[in-house]
């Protein structure tokens, strides 16, 4: 699950970038407006963290991008104890929550966690697809309530899957979505094909009812059984 934290105060956006990484999301970072506004036109993001105030423009025109572009990418929005007004605005643009600095890591871990759990599974604590349950929460996994033992990867992998399903996904979105973009292509790709092989091994030995179909030379799907 990948999150961009745009904030121009280094201290502030190395802080949450390593207690967002301790949760095992994938971070990227943008500092200042114009790489905000390169990021979120290149990758989709489960969860964005915006500042308002940025070098080069306002987050409030980042909003209105991820708009005009229909985006769903949740956003919380980062404000300044006295921003009201922004605030207001970010809500109208389409933000789903936000967090008067200063704030406990603890307290923004939790509205992640949350904002991403109510994006893919519409506020649901669990994901669940034939006999095969997910929980993004802890990671965990089950199939007909038996525990499935997932890596965090294949975890990841799976997730991305499950909210996507009988959709054909492009390998390179699948290492995109599990590692981010500060990824070497080739490696990623080789990783991903054993995470598969793994995952497919891993369902097929505990009788899932999901299937992890190849489509030569350009991903995977996930079907129904
Ligand atoms: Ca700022």
Redesign the pocket.
Known sequence: MKILIV???QAMRETICTSLQKEKFVVETASDFSSAMCKVNDYDYDCILL?????GGS?LDVLRELKRLHRSDSVLILS?KDSLEDKVTGLELGADDYLTKPFHLAELNARVKSLIRRRHSKGEISLTLGNLTLFPDDRSASVSGQALQLNRKEFDLLYYFAVNPNRVIHRTSLAESVWGDNIDQADSLDFIYSQVKNLRKKLKQTEASVELKAVYGFGYKLTLL
């Open positions: 904030e121009d105060e500042d308002i105030m940025l070098p987050g300044a």
